[in-house]
Every structure is written in structure tokens, then in C-alpha cells.
């Protein structure tokens, strides 16, 4: 295939996109607004998941050690658990700690000081990243710990982490479908686009099929319309999540710094942005196929 | 060129338009198709753009069996073929040059390449200067001609035509059938119906009768 006769039909493209320009825009607006919307909300879901991620010293589990373990025994237990997946950090808290703890917590001082000797135990706190395994991994992870010779119990409350998983879960999957069902309206909303400026082209359609014109040659300009309203709609939808998040940014800031914090939102990454571009690209030409598909047949002689 | 073996078209539930048919017409050669309205001159130019398909028959154009030809072949044949419509089928929105183009732009052509061809399909049939005009700044004359410059532009091996001076007045007629009396007698095969008995009797060449489905040679 002659790259002017691509060419050419790119121009035609082009020609027919410019010759409505305001049908035009109001397409890759519409089409803009379709792709932005999960595409924001996927980008709020990965900010709220970092979110979650740093909050790793709510979920801790305590691992309450024997008397008799040797700091051997500690330290190589400590490095084990390192390295475990999803732990970001172990602490070590001996005997003298705990108890200082407990009193300060507690305000139990006189009756441990009737006790004579110190009751609790030395322990090591596992900092979890709540959202890096499953609850159930990381409830068989806790019951391996816990059959560790030194451990001689462990402590922890999963069920909140488990909570919190699925709550994202439930929001990301409520993204999917909504990106799923808004990629479908992008489809039939350039579907619809191209079917109209097929009943607008008929007569082009008819002479040129009449005149010797493949298929291919009829239908290219009008896969080269989708594909052009694609990008710019990529483009276009990039952009509004762009301003939208630097929008936010105030308000998120105020929120933080009331809770003594700050987080920065992340929008979308130049790579991230040009996949955006890419399948805003491929859903046009995939809706000037289908109407190319399902209108030109009953054009073309 | 163009040969019709006992051609029958007939569409469900309706009489038959073309009944065993039989149509010889040689390389360069030319041929008036005559008849009334209805009688079939249409269906039987559909037959040979491949328009419509025979029901029963042969019919084989510049070699090709239209009655086999699968459907992804059809664009080529039509390449070879150039057609002149009562309607002129312009383009509108587009130049007269352009409209010219289309015929060379299908058969993959650059803008280069075709630029010197378009021009002198132009100039043969008189409107070199009006290549930048829209065809609605046109006469109904002058648009039959940017027809006939798309129909030629391409050098096709049998040119067909439609009515082509069914809206013209009888001095524009005349004009456009020499038109297609050059044509044919620089080799290409051309068929023309119509329903002008005047131009028929003065353009004096073989002349096709249709009437009820068949065909008669009229001396």
C-alpha cells in the first residue's frame, strides 16, 4: 500500500473533520469527557492506595517472644521477618520497655510493683503495608510466624486490614465497570459519529465505488476520522484530568495539614498519559470500524 | 469487447427485465441503445458496471465473465470501464479537477501523477479553464462534460453511458454524442443509450432496439 494514498486519506480526513469543525470539537469534547472520567477516578484510586500504603504503623502485628530466647535468636528472627513481603519495618521491644509501656499506658504501676518481678514479655512489632498481600496471605503469614521456636504468641487485628482491602477492592472494580461501560459509550458515540458522516458522504461513497474504489479505499478516511478524534480526545481528556488534579491540590493540602500530614496528588505520568492517548486512539478507530463495518455495506454498490 | 450469451435478468417477484439476450459489440466499436422507458436499457448498463448481477447467461466484457466475478474483483473491473450517468453524479462540494481525479485517485494514483492526465481529460472535452469552478457554477452541458472527462480520464477500454444527454437541449446533445463518436474512433468501445430518436437517426451508427426484454439490431 503507497504511503500517498494514505496520505491522501488522512487529508480526506482531515478535510471532512475541518469542514464541521464545531460537530468536530463537540465530539472530542464529548469523547474527552468519556475517557477523563474513569481515567480521574483511576488516578484518585492510586493516590488513595498510596495513601493507605503509609499508613503501615496502624497495621502492626506483635509477636510476644519466650523469656529464654537468646538476641541471637531475636536478631536472625528480626532479619527473617524483613524480608517478608509487605513488612516495612520490625522493632524490638524488650522486657524494660514493655513494662515502662504498660505503666505509662496503663497507669497500673502499683499492682505490676506487687507482682515482684516483670511479667511481660520482649516482643517484636511487624509494621505492615495493609494493601501489599491478601488478608487471608497475611493471616497464613501471622500463623507462620507465630509457630516461630521463640515466638510464644502473636497478636494482631486483621480484620480492619481486611476491611480496608476490601473496600478498595469494591472501588477499583466499581472503576472497571465504569471504565469498561464509558469505553463501550466511546465506541458508540464515535460509532455514531462516523455512521452520520457516512449518510452525509453517500453520494461520495457511490461515485467512487462507481468509478473502481476498494473497500479499503472507501472506508480508510473514514478509520482515519475515528483515529484523529481519538487522539485529540486523549489529548484533550489528559489535559482535564491534569487541571482537575491541580484543582484539588488546595483542598487536599488543607485536609492534610489538619491531620498533621501532607500529600501531594499524583496525576498522571507522562507514560501514563500517552497509554491514555493510545487507547482513546484505538477506541475511536475501533468505533469508525464498527460503523464502517455495520453503514458502508449498505452504501458501497 | 462486450458479449451477451442468452442473458436473463429478473428480479423475485417480478417479471423479467432482460430475457435470453444475445449483444455482440467488437474492440471500438459503437452502439446506440434505444427503447422506452422501462424497457431495460438501464438494467442492462447496471449489468455491465456490475451494478447488478446476471440471473441466467453470459456475459463477458474486455474478457472478464461478470456472472463469476467474485465481489472483491469487481473495483478492478470497473477501473478498465468508464460510465457517463443521466445525472452527471458530480461531487459538489468538490472542484471540477477534483471530481476529475477521483477516477485516477481510486486506481491509487498520486496527486503528481495524475495532475497532467486530469488536465488534458479536460481540455478534450472543452473546459481546460473551468478546473478550479465548482460544478453548481456550471452549465447541466458543461456538468455532462466533467462527467464524461472523469468517465475518459483514465483511458477506459469501454465507455458507457446512460442517458447522458437526457436533460440537455438537442444542440448540447449533439454535442456531447460527437463527443462520444471521437472516442470511439480512437478504439475505444463505447454504448450509449438513449431515447433521443433525433440524435440516432443523425449520429448514423449501430443502433440497439430494447423492447420487452429483448433485443432487436435497427438498420
Known sequence: MSLHIRLQALGNARDTLLRQPIATALTIIALAVVFALPVGLFTALSNLQQLLASWHNQAQISLYLHDDASPQAVAQLRRQLQQSPGVVAVRFVDKNHALADFQHYAGMTAAIQTLGENPLPASLIVELNPLAQSSSSLEAQVQQWSHEPIVRSAQSDLKWVARLQAIVALGTRAVYILAILLALGAVLVMGNTIRLHIEQRRDEIEISSLVGATKSFIRRPFLYQGLIQGILAGFLAWLIVAIAFAVLQGPVDHLANLYGTSFPLHALTVGEGFLLVLISAALGWLGSLVAVGRHLDNTVS | ?219
Open chain 2, 1 to 219: 469487447m462486450i458479449e451477451f450469451i442468452n442473458v436473463t435478468k429478473h428480479y423475485p417477484g417480478r417479471r423479467h427485465v432482460l430475457r435470453e439476450l444475445n449483444l455482440q459489440l467488437g474492440k471500438g466499436e459503437m452502439a446506440l441503445l434505444t427503447g422506452p422507458s422501462g424497457a431495460g436499457k438501464s438494467t442492462l448498463l447496471k449489468l455491465l458496471t456490475r451494478l447488478e448481477a446476471v440471473s441466467h447467461g453470459t456475459l463477458r466484457v474486455a474478457g472478464v465473465d461478470l456472472a463469476t466475478l467474485r465481489r472483491r474483483h469487481i473495483p478492478a473491473y470497473r477501473r478498465r470501464v468508464g460510465v457517463v450517468f443521466q445525472d452527471h453524479k458530480l461531487l459538489m462540494d468538490r472542484t471540477v479537477y477534483a471530481n476529475v481525479a477521483l477516477t485516477l485517485q481510486v486506481a491509487g494514483m498520486s496527486a503528481r501523477q495524475l495532475d497532467h492526465r486530469v488536465r488534458a481529460a479536460l481540455d478534450k472535452v472543452g473546459l481546460g479553464d473551468h478546473w478550479r469552478e465548482f460544478p453548481e457554477t456550471l452549465s447541466g452541458g458543461e456538468q455532462q462534460r466533467v462527467g464524461i472527462a472523469r468517465a475518459i480520464v483514465h483511458t477506459p477500454e469501454i465507455l458507457l453511458a446512460d442517458e447522458p444527454t437526457g436533460n440537455l437541449d438537442p444542440e448540447l446533445s449533439s454535442e456531447i454524442l460527437d463527443m462520444f463518436r471521437d472516442f470511439y474512433r480512437h478504439g475505444t468501445t463505447v454504448l450509449v443509450a438513449t431515447h433521443d430518436q433525433g440524435q440516432v437517426d443523425r449520429m448514423g451508427v449501430r443502433t440497439l432496439h430494447l423492447a420487452h426484454g429483448q433485443l432487436q439490431e435497427k438498420a
